[in-house]
């Protein structure tokens, strides 16, 4: 299994609540959490404030914040589409994989997408990351804000209900979907780091730190292929090799965008 590099924590406050939240840190697999001592203060950082949690890299600070799938959620909900839920064409009650979790923006739309009856179970290779997003879900619900506008206040509240429904597990996509049994999810989800290798957006830039980087093994669409009822989606580059070296039909759309969504249906 893929080992990290130490990440430093640091307490800014002694509250019972920051204390219970690094205890529960501390308990997460496969974290390398290092110790302060001087000489290796070049460390990236896990910062842990009344405010939030950072993960801290250089001078770059990520905190967990669901602003793009506010974004697109707000979008849904005054009419508009969304190309990874057109896509995943995922309904009430439906089971998710979502195979490369990252910061979570799509686990969370899909959660949205499935509904209180419906699950996601979301996998990251890096354990770090997979902390780091399971406890801003733990604690999403003292992100939300009074918004003024309704359909922002909306949307918080409706991914606030969606959080719950996400479980994040540490590990790799391909051991797990090996380890469950065919046909026992509805859809399976492939956003893989690739693509960023080429053009690194800043707000990647965070991510880029602890996220693995391969290209998707074809062994690993095979086996989504095997477990999902419904269909596998993959989000890459526009015109990207790899929906045709995968196997994927690209769907239309997305005129401007620079990403498109292949499915393979199955
Ligand atoms: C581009 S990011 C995903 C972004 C995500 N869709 C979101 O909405 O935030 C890809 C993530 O997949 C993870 N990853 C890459 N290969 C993986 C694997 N084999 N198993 C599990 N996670 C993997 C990377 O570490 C990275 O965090």
Redesign the pocket.
Known sequence: MYKEKPVLIKLMHADPELQKRLAWFHQQPGCNWGIARSGVEDLPELTMTRQGVFLTNGAKQLPFHPS?ALIRLMNLLSGRSDRYLEAAQLKAGDSLI??????????LLGAWAVGDQGRVLA????PI?AAFVQDGLNHFTELVPKAKNITKQAAWNALARASGRIEVRW????SYLKSIPSRSVDVVYF???FR?TCKQSDSMLP?HR?????SL?HE?ILEACRVARNRVVL?ERKNSSEFRRLGFDILRGGQYSSVDYGVILV
């Open positions: 793009m979502d195979a490369t979790l990252g910061l979570g923006t799509e686990a996998l990251e290779q890096s990351l590990g790799e996509h391909l956003d893989p780091m960023y991510l602890w996220s693995d980087h391969k093994d690993a989000k």
